[in-house]
């Protein structure tokens, strides 16, 4: 899951366009990398967010890191992951993200 804060309570229409091609630009890295793909992306309540699926946590991570630094997007997103073991969500980067993530909003 990445997770970046919107403007307004919504994404506007150029947050919108963003969203998509960003979500284009990473489903293409993790299919030409074989390990996963970029299932979808949402927004409200202040945030938008993307739901990627990847068969290697550390390689994935990698990936979306570069393709978020390709993009200048890399400060003030938030990478998480589910954790199915201990049913939370564990951030991935920043690495000393200060409180629990939230599929609530951007926190």
């Not at 409200?44 to 550390?58: A, M, N, Q």
């Amino acid at each position: 899951m990445i997770q970046f804060r919107c403007e307004g309570f919504f994404e506007n229409k150029n947050e919108m366009q963003e969203r998509h091609e960003l979500e284009k630009a990473i489903g293409l890295a993790l299919k030409q990398a074989e390990i996963g793909f970029c299932g979808a992306g949402q927004s409200g309540v202040g945030s938008i967010e993307l739901l990627c699926y990847v068969r290697d946590l550390t390689k994935g991570s990698t990936i979306l890191k570069e393709v978020l630094t390709q993009r200048g997007l890399l400060e003030g997103a938030v990478i998480a992951y589910a954790d199915c073991a201990d049913c939370v969500w564990r951030v991935v980067h920043p690495a000393n993200y200060p409180k629990p993530f939230s599929l609530l909003g951007y926190q």
